[in-house]
């Protein structure tokens, strides 16, 4: 892997996945490429309501003079610049300016990865998790997308879902293809279904292909409903990296069910690999 896209709020950017993106970019000495997205639907009376902004202060000391919209987007893709380089990771901006998410998608074509906070808004309200903009993201997008944690500390296991579709499959390749450096995390692949165990047609092949990859492959079979079995499995994890495959019914083919990968992302508060063929 060698481009990812970091997309952030132009006006009020995430600490969380900024950080996130600079240990991935470590790790796979990728680039970062900010993304920062319009908020089309504020004007610069509305700024002063930001919260939590990137800015250390929304007034300056001698004029004492709100900032336009324009000086405060400059200035937050010049801190992003520089918390780059006090990460030591290689980055550059998209474009300098703000983006429209039909841009994003269009420039997704050429990424690799694009990585998310999972509350993403181009609004100033509170919004749904994920939110109208990450879900839009998620299904139209042309590359995998990572819903990045609150906050990360390390990585002890990779955990994929797997319910033998095509595009669990494609996940699960795609995370392995575009992190080779997790060779040696364990790995936990899980399926739930009315047997609680593996289909054999599935397992063969499957752990064969693991083993080329991964030193630590356990495969784990869940008995139940996928979306209750999931959450109370992944509940109890911390440390890991969860992959699963498409989104919704929108896309070729999806996870388990419609609801099944927004329940995960509303909930959990591990970083999440979606990706769909």
């Not at 007034?59 to 520089?82: G, R």
């Not at 300016?97 to 509350?119: H, K, R």
């Not at 492959?217 to 509940?235: H, S």
């Not at 909930?267 to 999440?272: D, E, G, K, S, V």
């Amino acid at each position: 892997m060698k481009t990812i896209f970091l997309v952030l709020n132009a006006l009020n950017p995430d600490k969380g996945s900024s950080e996130f993106a600079f240990y991935l970019a470590r790790l796979s000495k990728s680039k970062v490429y900010g993304v920062f997205l319009d908020v089309n639907n504020l004007d610069d009376d509305d700024i002063l309501e930001i919260k939590d902004s990137a800015i250390p202060s929304q007034m300056d000391n001698q004029t004492n003079v709100l900032p336009s919209k324009q000086e405060q987007i400059k200035a937050n893709i010049h801190l992003f610049k520089e918390s780059c380089i006090s990460n030591e990771v290689c980055s550059d901006i998209y474009l300098e300016q703000e983006l429209s998410i039909n841009e994003l998608i269009t420039g997704s074509a050429f990424a690799d990865l694009i990585i998310i906070d999972a509350a993403f808004s181009l609004s100033d309200g509170v919004s749904s998790v994920p939110s109208e903009s990450v879900k839009e993201i998620l299904n139209r997008a042309t590359c995998p997308v990572i819903i990045s944690p609150l906050s990360f500390e390390r990585i002890d296991e990779l955990v994929f879902t797997y319910n033998g579709s095509q595009s669990s499959l494609f996940a699960i390749k795609q995370f392995t293809y575009l992190f080779p450096e997790y060779f040696d995390k364990k790995l936990s692949i899980i399926q739930v279904n009315k047997s609680g165990t593996w289909p054999q047609r599935d397992l063969g092949k499957l752990r064969e292909w693991l083993k080329n990859h991964y030193l630590d492959v356990n495969f784990i079979a869940l008995e139940g409903i996928a979306e209750n079995e999931l959450m109370t499995f992944l509940l109890r994890k911390k440390h890991v990296f969860i992959v699963m495959g498409a989104y919704s019914r929108n896309s070729i083919s999806q996870f388990f069910n419609e609801s099944t990968a927004e329940v995960l992302i509303k909930t959990l508060t591990q970083p999440i690999f979606i990706a769909h063929n």
